[in-house]
């Protein structure tokens, strides 16, 4: 993308220190001031900042060093801090039209696209009618005016290319060139726009012409080299990453590109210190977290992935790629229930990615979902049928769960799809040999629901139960579960949604629901310590003290030692205390999970003040589809406690 580099410093041409304030800052600010504008041009904008906060401190009104600061944080990428001196600027000198420009830039970097397009449309409207600013145009040359008038249609075309507008875009970039046409810029934009609509020899012809009037612009190589990976002409690709980190080694999208080209090829050492240059350059970058954060979890490094989406998804919690790469992490440490959780998530920010519904596909398989496991994983075939690792990852969960004749269509299909794939898996036979004795051991084992009548009713049954729990009719979910379960009682998850449902429902028998699914699973399985807590928590609930504490020490020597939630069970027992069980809370799942424990214990020691703390605070800001969730709302609903005002904006805030 060329946005970054459009037209920054336009602005200082424009527009001056304001009458009756001093042009040239005394002594020191002065000497800031000069230093600070020759780093600029020099472009150590990291370096100018700290010179320019002190030079604005003193002289509030120095306009030129406020569009050279809100500059220097566009060229480091950080347009939320740009827009405050952009928008200084625009409000100074309302009729000049490089300050709309560049408070279009900026706030359209942030995502703000209706905004930007109004600041470009006002760019427009004054640099096309003198009259509205005289003031501005009167003192800059006809060339000055032009490209001007360009830049400003230029982020228009940007404003329509990000919003999925491409013909749009494409119109506009010819009015921009038509107006001045030596812009790197404009081409660069435009030639994105061809390859978004698939037009790839206009694309290459206009990032020809970029390079050709612009040949020290490092992001005409960076724009050409990702449509020559996505043609999968990957050597071309990393030799003009090459070409664009030679002009400007700091080019951060250059390099997190070139490392994401570099994971996808195996040479994981290279990427990685792609990924980490990025992050040196800028800490608070999503996507270089979220990328790092991914090709550790191909690394098998899958604590050190989960802290860096931890991170990826603190600083950008719409990012689908966040969830789905944590999801991942999570599921290669066994943990399902958090990788399940987080794929819902990315799904719901990306209904249309088939790797979220492969993920989750093989993530309900492996806690015994597995109606729900082929549903999700042939959506992935619907979204992707000629991808052959999704084809595959089907195949084999019907191998496994005996369904031969599926499974030898869907090997069928992956071979199609890419031959050698399937030739390093030994080929169908030897992969479906491979999935049938799992699947003979499974059935020893299990009891595989899609083999058996009435697994259809009782999977419908279940999703009907989710769907009223979902809306908080608790008593109707129960009554589905009830029903799924009396169809087929060999089911865990039903076991787990009655349990939970009926524990946030104030309901007797959630403890009868944690030993049935211990008895059905045992201590192996990644859900059972949860379970466990379940029994614990609903056994307190009813006054079963001694039932209570004996569930609670069988929880505690059955759990694995290190594993996640055994803290909570320690807590519990008094083994350690709230404040510690909190620090040991790793991302807001784990956090939320232990505020809620601690507030139930809290409340149930007749600290009515501090457990509404600990659950007002699952309930603004733990995830909401965690069981913990439900559990916090419906113990705030039943204590009545209205929400506080800090609440409600953070309600309002979620729900947008």
């Not at 390079?211 to 990957?234: E, F, K, M, N």
């Not at 998530?345 to 806690?367: C, E, Q, W, Y």
Request: glycine letters at 10%; a neutral charge.
């Amino acid at each position: 993308m060329a946005l970054p580099r459009i037209r920054v410093g336009l602005g200082m041409m424009v527009l001056l220190v304001a009458s009756g304030s001093p042009s040239t800052p005394a002594g020191s600010v002065n000497d800031d001031r000069d230093r600070a504008f020759r780093l600029y041009d020099a472009g150590r904008f990291a370096e100018a900042i700290p010179l320019l906060d002190r030079v604005i401190e003193a002289h509030h009104r120095d306009v030129q060093g406020r569009i050279k600061r809100g500059n220097c944080y566009l060229r480091l990428d950080r347009p939320e801090r740009a827009v405050p001196d952009f928008e200084f600027v625009a409000r100074f000198s309302p009729f000049n039209p490089s300050a709309q420009t560049d408070l279009g830039i900026a706030l359209l970097m942030i995502g703000r696209h209706q905004d930007a397009q109004a600041c470009f449309e006002q760019a427009i409207r004054y640099w096309s009618n003198p009259l509205n600013g005289a003031g501005a145009l009167n003192r800059r040359s006809a060339r000055e005016i032009r490209q001007g008038r360009g830049a400003s249609h230029c982020g228009l075309a940007q404003v329509y290319h990000r919003t999925g507008r491409n013909e749009e875009a494409i119109a506009e970039y010819n009015r921009a060139l038509a107006i001045f046409a030596e812009d790197p810029n404009t081409y660069i934009g435009r030639g994105d726009a061809h390859a978004s609509l698939g037009e790839e020899d206009e694309a290459f012809a206009d990032y020809a012409e970029a390079i050709r009037i612009g040949p020290a612009y490092s992001r005409a190589y960076v724009s050409r080299a990702t449509l020559l990976a996505r043609l999968g002409r990957a050597d071309e690709a990393l030799a003009d990453y090459e070409r664009a980190l030679a002009i400007d080694p700091n080019d951060a999208l250059a390099l997190g590109l070139r490392g994401g080209l570099l994971s996808q090829r195996g040479q994981n050492d290279r990427a990685l210190a792609d990924f980490e240059a990025v992050l040196g350059m800028r800490p608070e970058d999503a996507g270089a977290h979220k990328d790092r954060g991914g090709l550790l979890v191909r690394m098998g490094r899958n604590e050190e992935a989960i802290a860096d989406l931890d991170r990826a998804i603190s600083l950008n919690p719409r990012s689908a790629a966040s969830y789905l790469n944590r999801g991942a992490a999570h599921s290669n440490l066994g943990h399902y229930e958090q990788a399940i959780a987080d794929l819902e998530r990315a799904i719901d920010l990306d209904p249309k990615d088939p790797k979220s519904h492969t993920n989750i596909g093989l993530a309900l398989f492996m806690v015994g979902s597995y109606d729900r496991s082929i549903e999700e994983l042939s959506e992935a075939v619907r979204l992707a049928p000629r991808n052959a690792i999704v084809r595959m990852n089907r195949g084999n969960v019907y191998a496994k769960l005996g369904f031969r004749e599926q499974a030898i269509a869907d090997y069928g299909e992956s071979e199609r799809a890419d031959p050698r794939l399937m030739a390093s898996l030994g080929g169908p036979s030897r992969l479906l040999e491979t999935m049938g004795r799992q699947s003979l051991a499974m059935l020893d084992q299990k009891r595989v629901t899609l083999s058996k009548p009435g697994a259809g009713e009782a999977s419908a049954a279940l999703e009907r139960g989710h769907a009223l729990r979902a809306r908080g009719d608790w008593k109707a979910a129960i009554a589905e579960f009830d029903r799924a379960i009396g169809l087929d009682p060999g089911r865990p998850e039903a076991y787990v949604a009655r349990g939970w449902s009926r524990f946030c429902a104030g309901e007797p028998d959630a403890e009868a629901d944690a030993q049935a699914y211990l008895k059905l699973r045992g201590w192996d399985d990644r859900f059972s310590p949860y379970m466990a807590l379940l029994g614990v928590l609903s056994a307190r609930r009813a006054g079963h003290e001694e039932e209570g504490r004996r569930a609670l020490d069988e929880a505690i020597a059955g759990v694995p030692p290190g594993l996640w939630p055994l803290p909570l069970l320690h807590y519990l027992r008094h083994d350690i205390t709230g404040t510690a069980v909190l620090e040991k809370a790793k991302g807001e799942t784990q956090q939320a999970e232990a505020h809620a424990v601690v507030g139930l214990d809290l409340l149930r020691r007749g600290d009515r003040k501090g457990a509404i703390e600990h659950l007002r605070w699952v309930r603004d800001h733990g995830p909401s589809k965690s069981v913990f969730f439900d559990v916090a709302g419906a113990t705030l609903r039943d204590l009545d406690t209205p929400l506080d005002p800090l609440s409600r904006a953070i309600r309002a805030r979620r729900a947008n």
